[in-house]
C-alpha cells in the first residue's frame, strides 16, 4: 500500500484566493483526521470523519473551511477566501476505529501552504 | 486545550547516550501513543499502550505508563543520529474516538 497521499506538497498562494487539499486514505480505513501544524499552536485537529460521515468539526477555524468526503477513499478540504494567517502544513491522516478504541493514525507526508 | 504535554521540549544528546521524554494528560484514557516526526515530514507512529498496561517495548524504544500520575515517558536506548526529530505523545480520551497530540519533544542526537 501506497499511504496515504495527499497533494499537493507544496501550495503557495496570494490571499483571498480558494485553496483546495487532497487526501486518498489507506484501502480499508474507515476514519479521516485533518490536522493543521504550526509553530504556535503545535497540531490541531479540524475535522474528523468515520465511514464518510463528518463527526467533529469544532476544530474547524471558520466558515472559511469546509471539508468534504464523497466517497470512502477520498477527501478534500477547502480554504476560501484563504488569508495569511492561514499558513501552515496541512496533515490527512487515517485510521481504522474498532469499537470506541482509535487504532494506529497513518500520516500523509503533508501539504505546505503559504498564503501570501 | 491540549490533553497531552511532552516534557522537556528539547533534548540534545550524544549518539550512544539514553533519551527519555515524559508526558502528562488530563483525563481518563483508552490509550496512549507515540508518534516521531522528522523535520519536514508526517508522524509516524512508534508505539501505542492500552491503559492497562505499564510497559512495552519496541526495538530500542521502551514506554511506560503511569493512569494514577497520568504520565507516560518514552526511552529510546543507545540512541542514533537518526533518532533526531520531534516526538509527540497522543492520548485517545475515554469517551472520544479522536488522538488529542502535544506540542512534542525536539530531539537532537550529536554524532
Known amino acids: 500500500d501506497a499511504g496515504v497521499i495527499q497533494s499537493p506538497r507544496h501550495e503557495v498562494t496570494e490571499m483571498g484566493q480558494e485553496v483546495t487539499l487532497r487526501c486518498k486514505l489507506i484501502?480499508?480505513?474507515?476514519?479521516l483526521f485533518w490536522y493543521r501544524q504550526t509553530m504556535m499552536r503545535g497540531l490541531e485537529l479540524l475535522i474528523y470523519f468515520n465511514n464518510n460521515v463528518p463527526i467533529d468539526d469544532s476544530g474547524m477555524p471558520e466558515d472559511r473551511f469546509s471539508a468534504k468526503m464523497p466517497n470512502a477513499s477520498f477527501s478534500t478540504l477547502k480554504i476560501q477566501p484563504s488569508e495569511p494567517r492561514d499558513s501552515a502544513v496541512y496533515f490527512c491522516?487515517?485510521?481504522?476505529?474498532?469499537?470506541?478504541?482509535?487504532?494506529?493514525?497513518?500520516f500523509g507526508p503533508g501539504t505546505r501552504l503559504t498564503v501570501l | 486545550s491540549q490533553q497531552g504535554e511532552e516534557d522537556p521540549q528539547a533534548l540534545s544528546i550524544q549518539e550512544g547516550e539514553n533519551a527519555t521524554m515524559n508526558c502528562s494528560y488530563k483525563?481518563?484514557?483508552?490509550?496512549l501513543q507515540w508518534y516521531r516526526q522528522n523535520s519536514g515530514r508526517g508522524l509516524v507512529h512508534l508505539i501505542l499502550?492500552?491503559?492497562?498496561?505499564r510497559e512495552k517495548h519496541s526495538g530500542r524504544l521502551r514506554v511506560t505508563l503511569d493512569t494514577s500520575k497520568k504520565s507516560s515517558s518514552l526511552l529510546i536506548t543507545a540512541s542514533r543520529a537518526a533518532d533526531t526529530a520531534s516526538y509527540f505523545c497522543?492520548?485517545?480520551?475515554?469517551?472520544?474516538?479522536?488522538?488529542?497530540f502535544g506540542k512534542g519533544t525536539m530531539l537532537l542526537v550529536s554524532p
Open positions: 484501502s480499508g480505513h474507515n476514519s
Open positions: 491522516a487515517s485510521s481504522q476505529l474498532t469499537g470506541s478504541f482509535l487504532d494506529t493514525q497513518y
Open positions: 497522543a492520548t485517545d480520551a475515554t469517551g472520544y474516538s479522536t488522538l488529542t
Open positions: 483525563t481518563s484514557i483508552n490509550n
Open positions: 499502550i492500552r491503559s492497562n498496561e
